[in-house]
């Protein structure tokens, strides 16, 4: 018997959108409503491959520590969602989209093969920036290999 590709136990999607920084960041116009757009379509209940559950953390919502308490979970093979924790499983699939600024240090550019680059959350202080200490960037900013390596724990394949 051959499974769908719509064969799964969950659909999760965790979607970030961040137009409003702080700390002298500039704006963005469309992250947020680009974030909605995408809910709003994955919540869908007419979809083929089935509704999901969404996580949107949009503005305040997505500071460093929630990012950071969202990676620690991923490495706990859990998701939680507003209503609380939910295991992640080998059946399950889960969609990861971040809408807003990023940043690749300078000295992140030497060595493509090892490309440092990070996502600033909603509170992620302007002047890091100009920051070429990577041990203090990694304290304000979301290091993509430490978002990598979360979603590598997570059981499911997709």
Same mark, same amino acid.
């Given at each position: 018997m051959s499974t769908s590709l719509y064969d799964f136990h969950h659909n999760f999607a965790v979607i970030i959108g961040i137009n409003d920084?702080?700390? !002298?960041? /500039?704006r963005l116009r469309t992250a947020v409503p680009d974030a909605e757009r995408l809910a +709003?379509?994955?919540?869908?209940? $007419? *979809? &083929?491959? !089935? &509704?999901?559950n969404v996580l949107k953390l949009l503005d305040a919502s997505a500071?460093?520590? &929630?990012?950071? #308490? @969202? @990676? %620690?979970?991923? +490495?706990?093979?859990t998701i939680r969602l507003l209503d609380g924790s939910i295991p992640v499983g080998? #059946? #399950?699939r889960l969609l990861f989209y971040f809408a807003g600024h990023g940043i690749i240090p300078k000295d992140?550019?030497?060595?493509?093969?090892d490309l440092v680059a990070y996502l600033a959350p909603q509170d992620a202080n302007g002047g890091i920036f100009?920051? $070429? #200490?990577?041990e203090k960037i990694s304290k304000v900013l979301l290091p993509? +290999? &430490?978002? *990598?390596?979360?979603?590598? %724990?997570? /059981?499911c394949p997709r």
């Open positions: 920084y702080v700390n !002298g960041i /500039p +709003k379509i994955l919540q869908d209940n $007419t *979809r &083929k491959d !089935g &509704k999901y500071t460093f520590d &929630k990012l950071s #308490d @969202l @990676l %620690e979970a991923f +490495k706990q093979k080998k #059946d #399950d992140g550019l030497e060595d493509t093969k100009l920051e $070429t #200490d990577f993509m +290999k &430490k978002l *990598r390596d979360a979603l590598a %724990e997570l /059981p």
